[in-house]
């Protein structure tokens, strides 16, 4: 393998550990809504929230990043430009991870000072990282931008989905500076935090994810670069052309002007539709070629993403972000229901595909079409669809009776704690996250068990020899 590759597995790795971590933080914060004193005087629900969240950014991450590491020397024929830098930051991350994870939770939260700010938490919602990891976060974005360009120059070729990568590097760095102002004006804060929040997660994201599938679709059923392709170039375009209006659904009640309930409303939905024709149509071609996918689980997981990402971010984004539905739900467990569904099928499928098939590609892999992996499947997206819809059961009773008809009072919100309905759906939520999190260690399972390394398999027929 290249260096480069075998720094992808150690970024895909640290991504599994981290995907496990956000997990634990999930169901801890879950047990905060069917018993309230959990925990109580000891560990903050927010806290909870906080590295469950925050865990979810990093592990997706670090899987893109490792993704692109172990597809870019493969895709160049050439090892990755400035490698060993990039492996001295892999070390930098994950201290600096671990660091921020361990502030947040002993310390918990500060004082309203500078010092706070740098040190234990930034405040803003999403991005509570403290200032000197959120400049970590942009140096090692900065150094795997600079991997990416540098190989396609000492390469001196490129490839379309490459070109599109490279392009996409540019507002992947930039919008995260987002992180760093302050603004006493809150419209104006909400306005351009947006911009991270959504733009830096929702579409550079998204172009990300869609080069990473391209790549796997090429090498697992050897799809058509010019189908992959021009898939590809049709979601920058709806990125471009749909993606900075479709940020318009965020600014309904923030103070912006009053058109954008139209533009918002309408072109957020469309996003999601050029990566499930990319998936729907190589597979198809695939399929009129007579090719078969040898490793299955990659295949299963990348049809996971397409239609995850199909149902999870546009179906329910656009049930919930017409102003006039908007107006009741934003905010509500319906708001929560759309975030697990939206991540989990737009990118927390795709990076799991990768992950079999970098495992197929670099270990003499017996086991890879066992019984494990279909449980693993079978359970974690039993587990996701029983959060999302258990959540949007909750988040739709807080929409007709603590809003529409409690007018979103205080003594609305507490009668919403007593419903039925509600409590019930906490409890579902609960449970269909215990069955996601017995997925995620049945997926640990099967990724070690079948990640046999070459020498042992060369070994074993060796010994029969022998013997």
């Known amino acids: 393998m290249y260096r480069a590759q075998r720094l992808g597995l150690k970024y895909l790795t640290a991504s599994t550990v981290m995907f496990g971590a956000m997990v634990i933080f999930g169901l801890i914060s879950s047990i905060y809504f069917v018993r309230p004193g959990f925990l109580l005087n000891t560990f903050n629900f927010s806290t909870a929230k906080i590295v469950h969240i925050n865990g979810l950014i990093i592990w997706l991450l670090m899987g893109f990043i490792g993704s692109i590491y172990w597809f870019l020397p493969q895709e160049l024929q050439c090892e990755v430009e400035g490698i060993g830098l990039a492996e001295i930051l892999f070390w930098v991350f994950c201290a600096a991870v ?136 049709v979601e920058v375009a709806l990125v471009l052309g749909t993606g900075i209006l479709g940020l318009g659904h965020h600014y309904f009640w923030i103070g912006t002007p009053h058109y954008w309930l139209a533009i918002g409303g309408f072109f957020s939905a469309l996003e999601p539709l050029p990566l499930l024709g990319m998936v729907v149509h190589a597979v198809y071609d695939a399929g009129e070629r007579h090719l078969q996918a040898a490793n299955r689980p990659a295949f299963y997981w990348t049809l996971a993403e397409a239609f995850g990402n199909f149902i999870g971010a546009g179906v329910w984004g656009f049930m919930m972000t017409l102003p006039q539905i908007n107006l009741y739900s934003h905010g509500t467990q319906w708001t929560a229901s759309h975030g697990h569904f939206a991540f989990w099928g737009a990118y927390g499928c795709g990076v799991i595909a990768v992950l079999y098939l970098v495992v197929e590609r670099s270990r003499a892999s017996t086991g890879l079409d066992g019984r494990a992996w279909r449980w693993s499947f079978a359970l974690l997206n039993i587990g996701m669809v029983g959060m999302a819809g258990a959540l949007l059961v909750a988040g739709m009773d807080q929409a007709f009776f603590e809003r529409a008809i409690g007018g979103s009072t205080w003594s609305a919100f507490l009668s919403m704690q007593g419903r039925p309905w509600y409590n019930q759906s906490m409890w579902a939520r609960l449970l269909f996250g215990l069955i996601f999190a017995a997925g995620y260690a049945v997926l640990v399972y099967d990724l070690l068990s079948i990640a046999k390394p070459v020498e042992a398999r060369v070994r074993e027929p060796l010994a029969a020899a022998g013997a």
Request: charged share 15%; aromatic share 16%.
């Open 98 to 233: 671990a660091v921020v994870v361990a502030i947040f939770i002993f310390v918990q939260y500060g004082t309203a000072s500078e010092f706070s700010m740098w040190f234990i938490n930034q405040g803003r919602k999403y991005v509570e990282a403290p200032r000197w990891a959120a400049i970590g976060i942009v140096v090692v974005a900065a150094v795997f931008a600079y991997n990416v360009i540098g190989t396609a120059i000492k390469a001196r070729r490129t490839t379309g989905i490459l070109t599109v990568l490279i392009a996409d590097l540019i507002p992947l760095l930039a919008l995260y500076l987002d992180a760093f102002p302050e603004m006493s004006n809150m419209s104006a804060d909400l306005f351009w935090w947006w911009w991270l929040v959504h733009l830096w997660v929702e579409a550079t994201w998204e172009v990300l994810i869609g080069c990473i599938m391209a790549w796997t679709l090429i090498h697992l059923v050897d799809a058509s670069r010019r189908v992959v392709e021009s898939w590809l170039y």
